[in-house]
Each structure stands twice: as C-alpha cells, then as structure tokens.
C-alpha cells in the first residue's frame, strides 16, 4: 500500500521534470500522465488543470521566500537587510535549482509569479530589499543581474556536480561582491598560498 502522498509527490517531480524538458506550456496533462504509467483521469484526480500543477510546485519556493523576505525585513540597517535577504534568496535558489531555472527561463512559470497578486508582492519585496532605498540605475542593474544569474544557476550543466554547500557559498560571495556588500568575517574562507 502507497503512502499518502506518494502520488501527488511522484506527479509534481515527473511534472517538473517535463516542464524543464520541454516548457509549461507544451507540456500537456496526457504528457504527465503517460510518463506516469496511469491514466488523464488519475491526473486529474490530483490536479483539476496544469496551473494547479504549477501553483503546487511553486508553492514550498513561495513560502521559503516570503519567509526569507520576512526575516530580511526584520534586520535592522539596509546592509543587513540586502545581505540577508540575499542569503535567503541563495538558499532557495541552491535548494530548489532545477525549478528556479524554471521560473526565471519558462514564459508561463513567469507569468504566474507576475499575475498572482500575493507572489508579485513578493517579487516586488525581495526586489526593494536588494536594492535597497533610493537605488540608483546602477544598483537596479546590478539587482537585476543578481536575480537573474541566480535563477539561471541550475540549467547550467558545468554546475551541476557542484555542492549545494560550494555553489552557495559561491553564488554568496560574487553576489555580494557585484551588489558591493561587504563580506562577513565569519563567511571569508581563508586563502592558502
């Protein structure tokens, strides 16, 4: 006997795995369901439409970020808070590569997080959090390349055999240096000669 579960959890990774493959939009509910080895029906005893596939994939990705955005917005000074809302974001990005990519690289996954009234919030949040008060055109392309490279970090195949731990740190690291950030003492890693 399967455990609850079992079967919306093996649906949403064969999902994603066939959104990375082929795009949201030209993947069809059959497409998951023959991938599956079960019928539409049995699809649809999940998920009633593709979106609500797509909305159940990005939702641990929501929450991990709206609690990323509330603990950044609980710091005090506008470095911290960049800094950590920074470290949040990477978390999730490492974490979670494949459907980051997604998210960054699929128009329909893009749609969603800019459609949805509460995810928009989220993505206007964690914008002004990076770019911190009164940005300057400088610092918004900066932001935007940050947010960008990151999201993008999991379709690149030469990272793929990377290290959640190495790549974060690494992600870490360039990010702050292009947002201008000062590296804290206890995350420099000491160079050897």
Do not use: C, W
Not at 49 to 55: F, G, M, N, S, Y
Not at 147 to 174: F, Q
């Amino acid at each position: 006997m399967s455990q609850p579960g079992t079967a919306r959890t093996r649906l949403l990774n064969v999902a994603l795995t066939l959104f990375t493959r082929h795009g949201v939009e030209a993947t069809s509910l059959q497409m998951i369901a023959d991938e599956l080895g079960v019928t539409k029906a049995a699809v649809y005893h999940q998920f009633h439409a593709k979106e609500d596939i797509v909305v159940a994939l990005t939702e641990p990705l929501v929450e991990g970020l709206r609690s990323a955005i509330e603990q950044a917005e609980a710091k005090r000074g506008a470095a911290a808070r960049t800094d950590a809302a920074l470290a949040g974001i990477i978390d999730l990005v490492v974490r979670n590569r494949h459907l980051a990519a997604l998210l960054q690289a699929d128009v329909a996954m893009a749609r969603l997080m800019d459609t949805d009234p509460e995810r928009l919030d989220l993505k206007l949040r964690i914008g002004a959090l990076l770019a911190g008060p009164e940005p300057t055109t400088e610092r918004l392309v900066r932001v935007a390349m940050v947010g960008g490279g990151l999201m993008l970090t999991g379709h690149d195949p030469n990272l793929a055999a990377v290290s959640d731990d190495e790549l974060g740190h690494h992600l870490l690291t360039s990010a702050r240096r292009l947002l201008g950030l000062r590296t804290p003492a206890s995350d420099r890693v000491p160079t050897t000669r």
